[in-house]
């Protein structure tokens, strides 16, 4: 476990039994994995996960797309106050019905960034993006294409016109309290090669990947997170930009993960220690043409919402302070 996840766990165990929107019946130990939980709401009141502003709209957004929560029973959102995904909806989906708020919070990465354009449904985010059609060659036992679960998904998705009139879409990878250990993830359970999955795209011209150096060190290399999930994805958002998916001329990947979290930016490849200090380092080194890939820090990105114009947004910027107080602990981007 790492340390920024169980000081989270200290705090929830506080901030449960302090916040006033929780009622007496959320404060109690929640049931997760088997066992009673103190940073875990009871099942029952799972939806108090989310923030108030979003949680008609997020849950019915997720039903209406057939999308997995994850760890979530009966189709409702996990119970852990540390949920990754509930983390995520929570700080990307108050923006998919404010395009200027959502315009103010990514131009400072992007900035000629003209104007937000509408994912799905209507709105300006998305969530659980799997693509429009199955690029990469997946296979689950059932053959139905899940958005959340067995398939490569893009934890969200936003697009915007640019200045120059094209579009670009961003997915984005989202983390919160995770960290990895050294796992071989090469050989599933089953003992199917998963360099065997994606060889194929790897082994393209086109290639996404700076070729020249992984063949020197291994293509199996990729294959410990959170390598393994940069290489699903960056494949995912190349071949979405290939079939000009939702009008697109050039699809990103984008990176959020919070600076406090120093567990997380542990390089787990051994043979792709030699390329940086940090996995999103030296992911940004292995990505071609390297704009197609960008990680910022949690505090970076939000923490400047809180003197931005954005009265709209003021209900959820406290929320955030209550709920995510390290976001506004100021921190430079991760590199």
């Not at 990465?109 to 300006?124: I, K, Q, R, S, T």
């Not at 670009?168 to 796992?183: D, F, N």
């Not at 393209?204 to 994805?233: N, S, W």
């Not at 960056?234 to 993960?257: G, K, N, P």
Request: glycine share 6%; aromatic share 12%; net charge neutral.
């Amino acid at each position: 476990m790492g340390a920024f996840l169980e000081a989270e766990k200290e705090r929830y165990v506080r901030f449960k039994a302090e916040w006033p929107g929780f009622s007496d019946e959320a404060r109690e130990q929640g049931e997760y994995r088997g066992r009673l939980r103190p940073f875990c709401l009871p099942h029952a009141c799972a939806e108090k996960n989310l923030y108030s502003g979003i949680r008609k709209g997020v849950t019915a957004y997720f039903e209406r797309n057939a999308i997995k929560w994850h760890d979530g029973r009966e189709r409702r959102p996990s119970v852990h106050l540390c949920d990754s995904q509930v983390c995520c909806a929570n700080m990307l989906f108050p923006f998919a019905n404010q395009p200027e708020a959502l315009a103010v919070l990514l131009r400072p990465l992007y900035p000629d960034l003209a104007e937000m354009l509408c994912v799905e449904d209507g709105l300006f985010v998305g969530h659980e993006w799997i693509g429009a059609c199955n690029y990469l060659h997946e296979v689950s036992r059932n053959g139905v294409r899940t958005r959340g679960a067995n398939y490569t998904s893009a934890d969200a998705i936003v697009r915007f016109r640019r200045t120059d009139g094209s579009v670009e879409v961003l997915l984005i990878e989202w983390k919160y309290c995770e960290s990895y250990g050294g796992a071989n993830l090469r050989y599933a359970k089953s003992g199917k090669d998963r360099t065997c999955i994606y060889r194929w795209l790897y082994e393209r011209d086109d290639c996404p990947l700076d070729k020249v150096t992984l063949d020197r060190i291994g293509f199996e290399a990729l294959f410990f997170e959170p390598f393994y999930q940069f290489l699903r994805q960056q494949l995912l958002a190349h071949e979405m930009e290939l079939a000009h998916e939702l009008c697109a001329d050039r699809v990103s990947l984008l990176h959020i993960a919070p600076a406090h979290n120093a567990d997380f930016r542990r390089v787990t490849s051994t043979a792709l220690k030699p390329l940086g200090e940090t996995a999103t380092g030296i992911w940004s080194r292995l990505v071609v043409p390297r704009d197609r890939f960008l990680s910022v820090s949690t505090e970076a990105l939000f923490g400047p919402l809180r003197e931005a114009p954005l009265p709209q947004m003021g209900h959820w910027l406290a929320y955030v302070a209550a709920r995510y107080p390290w976001v506004f602990e100021g921190s430079d981007p991760i590199g």
